[in-house]
């Protein structure tokens, strides 16, 4: 057990329909991440926060937003969904500090599947 | 742009006998190198890091060997155990300017240790 707890497991909607995935880190952890997993991919960085504030972006989209609140949970949305934003999305947490070269350690992932 | 490669989609080892996984990547500032393990409906479990100035770390059955200059890393599991049996990912980072932690990832390899 990672510590890192993401709910739902599982989410099926409809096209043009809006999700929210939640996470909450490890105790002590100040950073959080999102990653994305499509069908026979590698985990794509989305976003990073840390202690409420984004610390750095990677390939997320404009209709996908995130932000940590002050408990430091974290809470993903996805909106105008299409069927291609159908994947597994992961949160990590890592450290106590924003510290560069600390293991991310990853919740189980909501699978997402838009019909 | 694939910026760490694993170009091997799976490996199968018999139980007892060496696991070498490999792991290329072409982006010169990564300097903080990572292997993680995946099982089925569980979220990346990390394993064993590396720091670009060492070329070796030891862990338990686990090394991870850097080859810097030829970009590429490797992960051994001695003796490899069907309990090994998964999908591991390479990951690599570097420093960013304003802090944050971006790991990028592999596509990973599916080893399956068999009896």
């Known amino acids: 057990d990672s510590g890192v707890t993401q709910t739902p497991k599982h989410l099926i909607t409809a096209t043009g329909q809006r999700v929210t995935l939640r996470c909450s880190p490890r105790s002590g952890d100040l950073s959080v991440y999102w990653y994305q997993q499509s069908l026979d991919q590698g985990l794509q960085f989305l976003i990073q926060y840390y202690n409420g504030e984004e610390r750095a972006k990677g390939n997320i989209l404009e209709r996908f937003s995130a932000q940590q609140f002050p408990d430091l949970h974290s809470e993903l949305n996805l909106s105008s969904l299409e069927l291609g934003d159908s994947a597994l999305y992961f949160c990590?947490?890592?450290?106590?500090?924003?510290?560069?070269?600390?293991?991310?350690?990853f919740g189980n992932g909501t699978r997402l599947t838009v019909t | 742009d694939q910026q760490v490669k694993q170009n091997s989609p799976s490996l199968s080892v018999q139980e007892g006998r060496i696991s070498i996984l490999n792991c290329d990547y072409t982006?010169?500032?990564?300097?903080?190198f990572l292997w993680y393990k995946k099982y089925p409906a569980e979220g990346p479990t990390f394993l064993i890091s590396?720091?670009?100035?060492?070329d070796k770390n030891e862990d338990g059955r686990f090394t991870v060997f850097l080859n810097k200059s030829a970009k590429h890393l490797s992960l051994h599991i001695v003796p490899s155990q069907p309990g090994d049996s998964a999908v591991y990912f390479c990951?690599?980072?570097?420093?960013?300017?304003?802090?944050?932690?971006?790991?990028?990832f592999g596509t990973g390899t599916q080893l399956k240790v068999e009896l």
């Open positions: 590396i720091s670009s100035i060492k």
């Open positions: 990951a690599a980072s570097a420093t960013l300017t304003g802090g944050g932690n971006k790991l990028t």
């Open positions: 982006n010169s500032m990564f300097d903080y």
């Open positions: 990590a947490s890592s450290g106590g500090t924003a510290s560069y070269n600390s293991p991310l350690h």
